[in-house]
T-cell receptor
Framework: DQQVKQNSPSLSVQEGRISILNCDYT??????FLWYKKYPAEGPTFLIS?????DKNEDGRFTVFLNKSAKHLSLHIVPSQPGDSAVYFC??????????????FGPGTRLSVLP | GAGVSQSPSNKVTEKGKDVELRCDPI?????LYWYRQSLGQGLEFLIY????????KSGLPSDRFSAERTGGSVSTLTIQRTQQEDSAVYLC?????????????FGAGTRLSVL
């Protein structure tokens, strides 16, 4: 059973518009969440994170929203740029005695930003 | 090196052969992780090391898979008697320590093709 779900395998957005990538999780022990971006033939790179004590974290064009009651988080990219075209992975972990579980990754969403 | 280095970048092998995949983590990173990404799938956790020890081997898919890490640095993932279903991209990541909030830095991966 997938603990981290990204139900949209792909998403296409026009350049300049907002991209919204969604992630749902089932494990209520998860309290730290990250988004990674992956270009073809490269490893995933860290994008932005959020702790469960917050409901929003912003870094430039990227904002992550966390809804703990719904066990849902989303990544907003605005404005979207063609260079944002990549696969985005949501990941979650639980802080147990400060040594968390390994990160659990979702299956990824492929974002295509059209010029 | 500045980042996580994996070799080879591509490996084609015949069914039944053994393969070794290598990972050089970022200098000073004590935690090292192996993941697998099969076609169209998310990142599947395989094993992690804290120093040279591997407390959690739960993700290894079968006893044909093994990994070791020496000197707290380089790690080798070995797959014996490879099968076609082993074909995937094998990703290595490292982090400063195995703490829930430590970002994992990924290598570019080894693409394994078993014919």
């Amino acid at each position: 059973d997938q603990q981290v779900k990204q139900n949209s395998p792909s998403l296409s957005v026009q350049e300049g518009r907002i991209s919204i990538l969604n992630c749902d999780y089932t494990n209520s022990m998860f309290d730290y969440f990250l988004w990674y971006k992956k270009y073809p033939a490269e490893g995933p790179t860290f994008l932005i994170s959020i702790s469960s004590i917050k409901d929003k974290n912003e870094d430039g064009r990227f904002t992550v929203f966390l809804n703990k009651s719904a066990k849902h988080l989303s990544l907003h990219i605005v404005p979207s740029q063609p260079g944002d075209s990549a696969v985005y992975f949501c990941a979650a972990s639980a802080s147990v005695d400060n040594y968390g579980q390994n990160f659990v990754f979702g299956p990824g969403t492929r974002l295509s930003v059209l010029p | 090196g500045a980042g996580v280095s994996q070799s080879p970048s591509n490996k084609v092998t015949e069914k039944g052969k053994d393969v070794e995949l290598r990972c050089d983590p970022i200098s000073g990173h004590t935690a090292l992780y192996w993941y697998r990404q099969s076609l169209g799938q998310g990142l599947e956790f395989l094993i992690y090391f804290q120093g040279n020890s591997a407390p959690d081997k739960s993700g290894l898919p079968s006893d044909r898979f093994s990994a070791e890490r020496t000197g707290g640095s380089v790690s080798t993932l070995t797959i014996q008697r490879t099968q076609q279903e082993d074909s995937a991209v094998y990703l290595c990541a490292s982090s400063l320590e195995r703490l829930a909030k430590n970002i994992q830095y990924f290598g570019a991966g080894t693409r394994l093709s078993v014919l």
